[in-house]
């Protein structure tokens, strides 16, 4: 009997999307499956950090590979939502999806113009796309090497739209990374490159209120992108606040950048970089601790807030935002996260 048991929950489950059914392998997840049988889900990280895959459970039991209560709003929770790259099918089941999202994303090549070291472990990339990709700043691509062409990583563009072509990425090196590792060791100028996109729901949204902008490490990318975009387009009254939180001096960069969008800024511009690991017999004058200690008391309801960075660091900022008076509605983040390939665990 507890032999037969076991053998059940090994056999294949049937998944109707949208009333197409497939078939999903024991212990591969719904996305997985929507992607090897062709249908075009939409998606990005495949970690559960973007909700790219959001759907509705309408029917069947899912096992969650973790916890998505921080991904999905608690309207979606309770409204049966999963994401769709997290969930192993436990019954067969039924979703509903949106599956118009996925026509807005751009499939082109591009080759690599530029490498340049912003820091020890983080390099500035600049590729020449073939085609034009319509993105808002903010927002993400998945970019592959041609000699690497099955590892896709998700970057955000660190640049406004540029009629040329040219978008810049900023590439953090992390331990074993496949593509993290060439782009920060190699020299890949005139190399070919993959690319995706644009993906996410990570921009400046247009309004008068003031803004608060939190980014840690390379999640200043996105920050950058949005501020010389509103450059750009002359939107540059509103009141900023931008704090940048860092290991120490040397994981600080692009600070003439800031520095030249502050001078050219027309409201008020607050530029807070802050260390939490500098070493203390140091000349750094600057703020020290966790960025997320430096979120002002004067955060209103009325208040934007654009995050970027690790997903504790963001968890850690968006209660402290909300415990001083910042409307829900007005926050917005960008969790980064290691594209993994299903059943690997290939680094960045």
């Known amino acids: 009997m507890f032999s037969l048991f076991k053998r059940s929950i090994r056999e294949p489950k049937t998944a109707v999307i949208n009333g197409n059914s497939i078939v999903v392998k024991p212990n591969e997840t719904l996305l997985h499956a929507a992607l090897r049988m062709h249908i075009d889900f939409p998606h990005s990280c495949r970690v559960?950090?973007?909700?790219q895959c959001k759907c509705q459970l309408v029917d069947g039991k899912v096992k969650e590979l973790t916890d998505v209560g921080y991904i999905l709003?608690?309207?979606?929770?309770?409204?049966?939502?999963?994401?769709?790259?997290?969930?192993?099918?436990?019954?067969?089941?039924?979703?509903?999806?949106?599956?118009?999202?996925?026509?807005?994303?751009?499939r082109t090549g591009g080759r690599i113009l530029k490498q340049t070291k912003l820091t020890h472990d983080i390099t500035e990339l600049r590729i020449q796309l073939h085609d034009t990709v319509q993105f808002k700043p903010g927002q993400f691509a998945n970019i592959a090497l041609a000699s690497l062409p099955d590892a896709f990583r998700s970057y955000s563009f660190a640049s406004p739209r540029d009629v040329s072509g040219q978008v810049?990425?900023?590439?953090r090196e992390v331990p074993n990374g496949k593509f993290s590792g060439a782009i920060n060791q190699q020299d890949?100028?005139?190399?070919?490159?993959?690319?995706?996109?644009?993906?996410?729901?990570?921009?400046?949204?247009?309004?008068?209120?003031?803004?608060?902008?939190?980014?840690?490490?390379?999640g200043l990318a996105p920050i950058m992108g949005m501020l010389?975009?509103?450059?750009?387009?002359?939107?540059?009254?509103?009141?900023?606040?931008?704090?940048?939180g860092a290991r120490s001096l040397q994981d600080l960069y692009k600070l003439e950048d800031i520095k030249k969008i502050s001078t050219s800024w027309s409201g008020s511009f607050n530029f807070i970089p802050v260390l939490?690991?500098?070493?203390?017999?140091?000349?750094?004058?600057?703020?020290?601790?966790?960025?997320?200690?430096f979120i002002p008391e004067s955060t209103t309801d009325g208040t934007q807030a654009y995050l970027c960075g690790p997903p504790a660091m963001i968890d850690a900022a968006e209660s402290a935002l909300l415990n001083n008076g910042l409307n829900p509605n007005n926050l917005y983040a960008d969790r980064f996260t290691t594209l993994v390939p299903v059943n690997t665990t290939n680094a960045a």
């Not at 709003?73 to 979703?95: H, R, Y």
């Not at 993959?194 to 400046?204: H, R, V």
């Not at 010389?228 to 940048?244: C, G, I, M, P």
């Open 48 to 51: 559960g950090g973007c909700a």
């Open 73 to 106: 709003s608690d309207e979606e929770f309770e409204n049966g939502f999963i994401l769709a790259c997290q969930s192993i099918p436990k019954t067969d089941i039924s979703v509903e999806v949106d599956l118009s999202a996925v026509a807005t994303i751009t």
């Open 168 to 171: 810049i990425f900023y590439v």
């Open 188 to 218: 890949l100028v005139g190399t070919e490159v993959k690319l995706e996109g644009p993906m996410g729901d990570f921009w400046l949204r247009s309004g008068t209120e003031p803004i608060v902008m939190i980014a840690g490490g390379s």
């Open 228 to 244: 010389k975009q509103a450059v750009k387009e002359d939107h540059r009254s509103r009141d900023v606040t931008l704090l940048f």
């Open 276 to 293: 939490s690991e500098e070493p203390s017999e140091s000349n750094w004058q600057g703020a020290r601790g966790l960025v997320t200690e």
